[in-house]
């Protein structure tokens, strides 16, 4: 059974763990190795994620959130409020062993709630990302616009999908 809950300080080394794995299945062969370990030495570290939680807690809007299969961590995901209306999907990543099970969509179903009175959920995925292009794809993403990013002298092209939400 998939559970979806907010996110606590006790998830901070599952989420490490799901970040260093998926981000090896996802991103290997887009970036190189050493951009791929040194974003997650970065982004993923213990003091970023803990003020990361701490700043959900404290958030009346809640936007961190875990999936659970039957009580072990599988996945997680985040959204940024941009304004009451519209919400960018920051990160939102399951265990490979895990996908296709409709956990990515029970996160999106999630914050189409508890987000209210949300209209728009946007997420910028690399181009040559098939697995997340697909999955938002499915989802009812629509494709909006494209732009180029440098981060650490890794230029890649990044689309934007948008899903609409009327409720």
Avoid: C
């Amino acid at each position: 059974m998939i559970t979806i809950r907010f996110v606590s300080g006790e998830d901070i080394p599952h989420i490490q763990s799901i970040a260093h794995e998926t981000w090896i299945f996802t991103y290997e062969g887009i970036y190189t190795k050493d951009f791929i370990h040194n974003f997650l030495s970065r982004a993923y570290s213990t003091e970023n994620l803990s003020r990361s939680v701490e700043r959900d807690l404290k958030s009346p809007k809640r936007n961190f959130l875990i999936a659970e299969f039957n009580n072990e961590v599988v996945g997680y995901a985040q959204t940024s409020r941009v304004n009451d209306e519209e919400y960018e999907l920051l990160r939102i990543y399951v265990r490979p062993e895990y996908h296709k099970m409709g956990i990515g969509k029970a996160f999106v179903d999630e914050y189409i709630q508890v987000l209210k009175p949300i209209k728009k959920l946007f997420a910028w995925v690399a181009k040559e990302n098939h697995i997340g292009r697909t999955f938002y794809e499915k989802s009812g993403f629509k494709a909006a616009e494209e732009k180029n990013e440098t981060i650490e002298g890794q230029s890649k092209t990044q689309i934007k999908y948008e899903l609409k939400i009327t409720n």
